[in-house]
């Protein structure tokens, strides 16, 4: 892109494309002046030449075409890379550990208090479309010798969200998890979800949620501690 200065660039840049006759000669190709090493997520930047796993791009290519689109044509060009890197994140949960996210974030319980942490938001795809599904974790426990840092609560959330998942497995997970790294009296986890694939397609019910918890220990056995959580966490503000 030889150009000068910002101002003289949509011109100069407009007036090239009329020079050329490949398909990029086209005047809605008037961000050249960007910066060639930046993510510009404007589909009529000039895509750089990148390329980030080449395999998985090739597959999102793939699967463009079989949907009738054209992977080449600018909104689409970058699309492929795009996808990959957020599959990537989306999915990212599988390779974390527990032990690097807690990070040693433990410390000494001083009583045997029930604590809660509520509306944890999660974000999560389904395994049966790889659609997302949504919503919010509801977490407590009673601890023995060790509480954790709230936030690495969050972060634990996560490691089991990013994947692909069903509900009530990751319900269970975290619960599982924090049983684990906690050994505490008992964990009690609840999420509530939207799923997309009920939302969107299928029966296409938007205001439906679905509740799925996972008890362990005192709150498995002692349906007065359950019960108190239960009320603690479904308690409007
Ligand atoms: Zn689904």
Not at 55 to 62: G, H, N, R, T
């Amino acid at each position: 892109m030889g150009s000068k200065t910002p101002i003289t660039t949509i011109n100069a840049h407009r007036a090239a494309g009329l020079n050329k006759s490949g398909p990029q000669a086209n005047g809605h190709h008037i961000n050249g002046h960007k910066s060639m090493d930046t993510e510009v997520d404007n589909p009529y930047a000039t895509p750089p030449e990148e390329s980030y796993d080449p395999e998985f791009e090739s597959l999102v290519a793939q699967i463009l075409r079989r949907l009738g689109e054209d992977p080449e044509r600018t909104g689409l060009k970058r699309t492929p890379l795009r996808v990959a890197k957020a599959m990537d994140f989306l999915t990212s949960g599988y390779t974390q550990s527990l032990t690097e996210v807690v990070n040693g974030a433990l410390f000494e319980a001083e009583g045997q208090e029930m604590v809660i942490v509520r509306d944890i938001e999660f974000y999560s795809q389904c395994e049966h479309h790889m659609l997302p599904f949504f919503g919010k974790a509801h977490i407590g426990y009673i601890p023995n010798a060790s509480i954790i840092g709230l936030s690495k609560i969050a972060r634990i959330v996560d490691v089991f969200a990013r994947r692909l998942q069903v509900q009530e497995r990751l319900t269970s997970q975290v619960a599982d998890a924090l049983i684990e790294i906690l050994q505490p009296q008992g964990v009690a986890v609840v999420t509530e979800a939207s799923h997309f694939c009920m939302m969107m397609r299928g029966v296409q019910k938007q205001n439906s949620f679905t509740i799925s918890s996972a008890m362990r220990g005192s709150f498995k056995e002692n349906a007065q501690t359950r019960a108190e959580f239960m009320e603690l966490v479904t308690q409007k503000r």
